[in-house]
């Protein structure tokens, strides 16, 4: 069975860093399109963070929101990672990773993917 967990969450205050996994069930290249997504409350999931895992890519793409604070890149076979600096209380959100087989341009639309891990909060605190 296909599955994505996360893990890495957790309170930060303001300014600091956090590095949140995904683990697959299966290796990343199985898929074409990982994406992290967040959802803060009352509001509706957006996409945080892209990269390409099918073979020969490795691009990534980023909401302007966390640019230059965010980095997602793949660590080993089965894993990737979204390593998160400067973080701001309005980071606040559940962090998700969700994956597919098809190489997803529209990256961040929620309604592109089939795999979806259970989420992880991160809480920032001012």
């Known amino acids: 069975q296909l599955r994505l967990v996360e893990s890495g969450g957790g309170p930060v205050q303001a300014g600091g860093s956090l590095r949140l996994s995904c683990a697959a069930s299966v290796p990343t290249y199985s898929f074409n399109t990982m994406t992290w997504f967040r959802q803060a409350p009352g509001m509706g999931r957006e996409g945080v963070a892209v990269?390409?895992?099918?073979?020969?890519?490795?691009?990534t793409f980023y909401a302007d929101s966390v640019k230059g604070r965010f980095t997602i890149s793949r660590d080993n076979e089965h894993t990737i990672n979204l390593q998160m600096s400067t973080l701001k209380p309005e980071d606040t959100a559940i962090y998700y990773c969700?994956?597919?087989?098809?190489?997803?341009?529209?990256?961040?639309?929620?309604?592109?993917?089939?795999?979806w891990g259970q989420g992880t909060q991160v809480t920032v605190s001012s």
């Open positions: 990269i390409y895992t099918g073979t020969g890519t490795g691009t």
């Open positions: 969700a994956a597919d087989l098809a190489y997803r341009i529209n990256w961040d639309l929620d309604s592109n993917y089939e795999y």
